[in-house]
């Protein structure tokens, strides 16, 4: 497999990993909301139940799924952030990885160029040495 197509798919996987935390950002922006709106709900309900006295007998039992529901997701949350630093590293691995190959590559490239070079030097050089030594002969051959 040439180096061109592993940078091709070092550069895919790159940006699969990418989606994915992208994804996971979402995911925790989502459920960060959610728990915000769940602590709002509770405060909502609370100044209700301060206001109205026959709702007050129902705030205890929804306070208590609400804080469990807002718990859930802290949970959630944490292992969404877990899984966001587990992708993070493995994206900076294959971005490292990228970087490895693209730098072969380009180390490949200059060993091929500065052999390009030398053979061109090469033959200029021995363009000129035939050059010289005609040159050479045909004034030997005048000075006989």
Request: charged fraction near 40%; hydrophobic fraction near 40%.
């Amino acid at each position: 497999m040439s180096l061109k197509t592993i940078i091709r798919l070092q550069k895919l996987q790159l940006d699969e990993k990418r989606r994915v935390l992208a994804e996971l950002h979402t995911l925790a922006d989502r459920l960060r909301a959610e728990i915000e709106r769940v602590k709002q709900e509770i405060v909502h309900e609370q100044e209700t139940a301060r206001d109205d006295f026959s709702v007050s007998f129902t705030y205890s039992n929804f306070a208590q799924a609400a804080m469990e529901r807002g718990r859930k997701l802290g949970e959630s949350l944490g292992q969404v952030e877990m899984q966001i630093n587990i992708a993070t590293d493995e994206m900076a691995e294959a971005f490292q990885e990228l970087k490895r190959f693209e730098l072969a590559e380009e180390e490949r490239l200059k060993r091929e160029r500065d052999k390009q070079k030398r053979k061109e030097a090469a033959m200029l050089d021995e363009t000129a040495l035939v050059g010289f030594r005609r040159r050479q002969a045909e004034e030997e051959a005048a000075g006989n």
